[in-house]
């Protein structure tokens, strides 16, 4: 229900940064909780982090908080993720997803997703 795009990643050596962005088709972006999720070869998706509607609360995955940061534009229809102190583990594809509906926070589930971004991280 909600059209995104991800964009930002490349191959950076371990300890760099990149930046992703996320842009979102949809006139009702302001109403969707947003979140990123990643996936390497072989595994399964995981959660990175994710941000409120309003952008006044963040929750972030053990392995990447004090690293990542989410953070969106609602009058770009945009969200962000900040990533800091790359490491090698974080090499996966990575996947922006919206959710409507506000039953709970942070969402169990995604309704809408992008099509990936490659983060590769080298030693």
């Known amino acids: 229900q909600v059209h995104l795009v991800e964009s930002g990643g490349g191959l950076v050596q371990a300890g760099g940064s990149l930046r992703l962005s996320c842009a979102a088709s949809?006139?009702?972006?302001?109403?969707?909780?947003m979140g990123w999720f990643r996936q390497a070869p072989g595994k399964e998706r995981e959660f990175v982090a994710a941000?409120?509607?309003?952008?006044?609360?963040?929750y972030y995955a053990d392995s990447v908080n004090g690293r990542f940061t989410v953070s969106r534009d609602n009058a770009k229809n945009t969200v962000y993720l900040q990533m800091n102190y790359l490491k090698p583990e974080d090499t996966a594809l990575y996947y922006c997803?919206?959710?409507?509906?506000?039953?709970?926070?942070?969402?169990?589930?995604?309704?809408?997703w992008g099509q990936g971004t490659q983060v590769t991280v080298s030693l």
């Open positions: 949809e006139r009702l972006f302001s109403l969707c909780d």
């Open positions: 997803a919206a959710e409507l509906s506000l039953r709970q926070w942070p969402p169990s589930e995604f309704t809408s």
């Open positions: 941000i409120r509607r309003s952008g006044d609360r963040t």
